[in-house]
């Protein structure tokens, strides 16, 4: 069994920075790649960062330069999301996903709890 568990939403004013942070745990084989997605009111769930296990980045067009997604050595199973320059737009509820290969060699797409974050203007 895998968990992903997300923290770090916040209220923030338009202008400010919010870290989020996501520890996947469990039995873990491998991961192939981790990535957040938000989902605002009314709107569908979108992709906007993703990090692959080689290190390969991907951005939403609106979040680069002022999102980065990141993840550090002593922490391979912690996966990052640095936000700056907020605005009212990100607001959202924003979800940590992990693509995994478990301990008995099956891959799967697990998928954490959400974590606010409201940009206030």
């Known amino acids: 069994q895998v968990q992903v568990v997300e923290s770090g939403g916040d209220l923030v004013q338009a202008g400010g920075s919010l870290r989020l942070s996501c520890v996947v745990s469990?039995?873990?084989?491998?991961?192939?790649?981790m990535g957040w997605y938000r989902q605002a009111p009314g709107a569908q769930r979108e992709s906007i960062a993703v990090m692959t296990d080689g290190g390969t980045t991907n951005y939403l067009d609106s979040v680069k330069f002022r999102f980065t997604i990141f993840r550090k050595n002593v922490a391979p199973n912690t996966v990052y999301l640095q936000m700056n320059n907020l605005q009212p737009d990100d607001t959202a509820v924003y979800y940590c996903n992990a693509r995994i290969v478990d301990t008995s060699g099956k891959w799967g797409d697990y998928w954490g709890q959400g974590t606010q974050v409201t940009v206030s203007s």
């Open positions: 469990g039995s873990i084989g491998s991961i192939k790649a």
